[in-house]
């Protein structure tokens, strides 16, 4: 299992409230890294690991892979399907 380090930016941002009103936090977010239902591998080494958040959210994981180390970037909300539509069709 790798050991996740979120940056400080992906920090600030999880202690926000909009964060804990969308039910964001480091569970969820290393749930979609795990378990993702679309990857975006265009703009490696960033990584973005796409996972559903709501029936009309999905939540957006940016990270990079650091020999055992997964250090996530930022993560942030958008309308489902929005980005995966493109991955899928291969922009």
């Known amino acids: 299992m790798p050991r996740y ?7 600030l941002k999880l202690k926000k409230e909009s964060a804990a009103k969308l039910g964001i936090n480091k569970i969820k977010i290393e749930k979609i890294i795990q378990y993702p239902e679309a ?26 892979k650091v020999k055992d180390k997964v250090r996530i970037i930022t993560f942030y909300p958008a309308r489902r399907g929005r980005y995966e ?7």
């Open 5 to 11: 380090v979120y940056t400080l930016h992906a920090q």
């Open 39 to 64: 990857l975006d591998e265009s703009e490696k080494p960033v990584i973005i690991a796409i996972g559903k958040l709501t029936e009309t959210l999905s939540l957006n994981v940016p990270y990079r």
């Open 85 to 91: 539509s493109k991955i899928l069709s291969g922009r």
